[in-house]
């Protein structure tokens, strides 16, 4: 079993910055991926950003130059700087991450959700 711990939403003025945490625990498995997506009320669930163990990155449109996702390998978690921010970011943001167990297939665990929310 994989447990998520997101931190470091909250309230921030437009043009402001924020950092996301989030860390997996648990044992007998590897990380594949780990990444935030975020859901704004009425829509639905999209990717922020996304790190793979390779160390590649993908981050959803609307955030490229903004937002910065990077990892610490030795604790098992993941940043999301978020600079500049606009009234358009305020949602949940989840942590997902896709694990692959000892012996099993891929798994994927998110979140409970922190919320962002930017003041025009």
């Known amino acids: 079993q994989v447990q998520l711990v997101e931190s470091g939403g909250g309230l921030v003025q437009a043009g402001g910055s924020l950092k996301l945490s989030c860390a997996a625990s648990?044992?007998?498995?590897?990380?594949?991926?780990m990444g935030w997506y975020r859901q704004a009320p009425g829509s639905q669930r999209e990717l922020v950003a996304r790190i793979f163990s390779s160390g590649d990155t993908v981050y959803g449109d609307s955030v490229k130059g903004r937002f910065t996702i990077s990892r610490d390998n030795a604790k098992n978690t993941i940043y999301l700087q978020m600079n500049s921010l606009k009234p358009e970011d305020t949602a949940v943001y989840y942590c997902?991450?896709?694990?692959?167990?000892?012996?099993?297939?891929?798994?994927?665990?998110w979140g409970q959700g922190t919320q962002v929310t930017v003041s025009s």
């Open positions: 997902n991450v896709v694990v692959r167990p000892i012996g099993a297939p891929l798994s994927s665990y």
């Open positions: 648990g044992s007998g498995f590897s990380i594949n991926a």
